[in-house]
């Protein structure tokens, strides 16, 4: 895996984190979790056209593209393998997402609406013990997923500042160090 | 001597070479301080930007076709800041009134340069 995407998944402890378990109940439920994609993506994009904010991040035109991309991103993850390659992609999504200018809220917002989604029709279509795992997995999987888009597009930004500014990682933590007192201070009063 | 022991000295070397100069700074490119006479409460402010105005100087240098950069420097009404790349690791930063003799802070800071490489390599 590479070295970003290591760091990041790194940081989440090891019982949060998205485990074979909750890759063996996302498969093996596939056919079923497939069949709620339809109202997934168009659940998803109302959601986000009915926003002005999220809305504007797209071109006139853009959204049965933008589906087809979630659809896509569905259909990858139910199909497995959760392989290196496959969270090196969320990472790269990050990235992505900066040169689109949809920020981290966006994401962690509708992060939000995809897991009640998926939990409320695993509670509503499966044996209680098995929709417990569902939902277990799903949260798990919003966890990573979540962690590396959203950890990414602020480590890229960093990048970006040194390749552009000269300020790398650290030197950006040490300015930020000189003035987090004060902020905190402000922040207070 | 340690090599804390020989930053403290030689910047206590620059400062009485050079009366005019109100302060010295060496800094890891990180922008942490490593040894100063800057007031302290000053110290870890004046380190940060210090190594972020090599880097930038550095970027600009890059995207403008300058050459290495020999000095970065920030000159205001009431004084100027000298900053010089120690190596890769480290920067030297040195503050003087604005109306000082440039030229000898700048020929003394030259070899203090080489020092802190040395010291620091
Ligand atoms: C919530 C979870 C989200 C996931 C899992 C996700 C996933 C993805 C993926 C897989 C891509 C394609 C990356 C590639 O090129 O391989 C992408 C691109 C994109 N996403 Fe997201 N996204 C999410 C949220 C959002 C939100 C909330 C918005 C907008 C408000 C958004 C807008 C976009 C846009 C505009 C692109 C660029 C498409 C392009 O130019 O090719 N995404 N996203």
Known sequence: MNEITTKILDQIPSNVKFSEEDA????????KLLEWEDGLI???????????????????????A???????????????PFDDSYWEWQTYVGLVHIKRKVNNA????????IATYLSSKALEEFPQDEALKLVKAVHALQ???????????????????????????????????????DMLANAKS | ??????????????????????????????????????????????AAVGAAASGLGNRIAQNAS???????MVK????????????????????????????????EASGACESVKKILG
């Open chain 1, 66 to 80: 933008r589906e087809q991309t979630l659809r896509d991103w569905y259909q990858r993850t139910l199909n497995g």
């Open chain 2, 76 to 107: 205001g009404n009431d004084g100027l800041l000298l900053i010089y790349m120690t190596g890769e690791e480290g920067v030297l930063a040195i503050r003087a009134p604005a109306k000082g003799n440039l030229g000898l802070v700048r020929l």
């Open chain 2, 1 to 46: 001597m340690t090599k804390q022991e020989q930053l403290d000295q030689l910047i206590k070397d620059l400062r009485m070479n050079v009366p005019d100069i109100t302060g010295v700074m060496v800094a890891s490119s990180d922008g942490l301080s490593i040894a100063s006479d800057f007031p302290e409460e000053e110290g870890a402010r004046i």
């Open chain 1, 24 to 31: 063996d109940v996302l498969i093996r439920n596939k056919d």
């Open chain 1, 143 to 181: 966890a990573n997923v979540t962690a590396l888009i959203v950890e990414s597009y602020l480590k890229n930004m960093f990048v970006a500042i040194d390749k552009a500014a000269g300020l790398n990682e650290a030197l950006l933590g040490r300015l930020v160090a000189t003035e987090i007192d």
């Open chain 1, 106 to 113: 966006m994401v962690t917002g509708m992060w939000g609406w």
């Open chain 2, 66 to 72: 300058l050459g290495e950069v020999s000095e970065t």
């Open chain 1, 42 to 64: 168009q659940g998803f994009y109302d959601s986000v056209f009915n926003h002005d904010t999220t809305r504007a991040v797209f071109t006139e035109g853009e959204r049965p």
